[in-house]
């Protein structure tokens, strides 16, 4: 899930991730951080999140990893084939 607010040329934006079993680690990975990973912190209902301030006017490639493996899409984006043949999904801003 993800929740946006503009303000100006900026954007808050949270990311929100629910997982269906049990992990050990889940990080956001995008375009505006050179998809550096980013470790999101879990919250006590099990949900994992991360709230970035992200420049307006532009679209954003990213994706979460899980547990350093796994490669998971934002169900609610649209999404791109990417050079490595996985799917990214794309943030508007």
Do not use: R
């Not at 991360?50 to 990213?62: A, L, M, N, P, R």
């Amino acid at each position: 899930m993800i929740k946006i607010t503009k303000k100006g040329a900026k954007a808050w934006v949270t990311f929100t991730y629910t997982p269906d079993q049990e992990v050990e680690s889940v990080h956001l990975s995008g375009e505006w951080s050179e998809w550096k990973d980013e470790p999101m912190k879990q919250k006590k209902n099990g949900d994992y999140s991360i709230t970035k301030v992200i420049k307006t006017g532009e679209s954003y490639e990213f994706g979460y990893k899980i547990d350093g493996q796994e490669w998971l899409i934002e169900s609610m984006c649209p999404v791109t084939t990417s050079p490595f043949y996985t799917e990214n999904s794309i943030l508007e801003l």
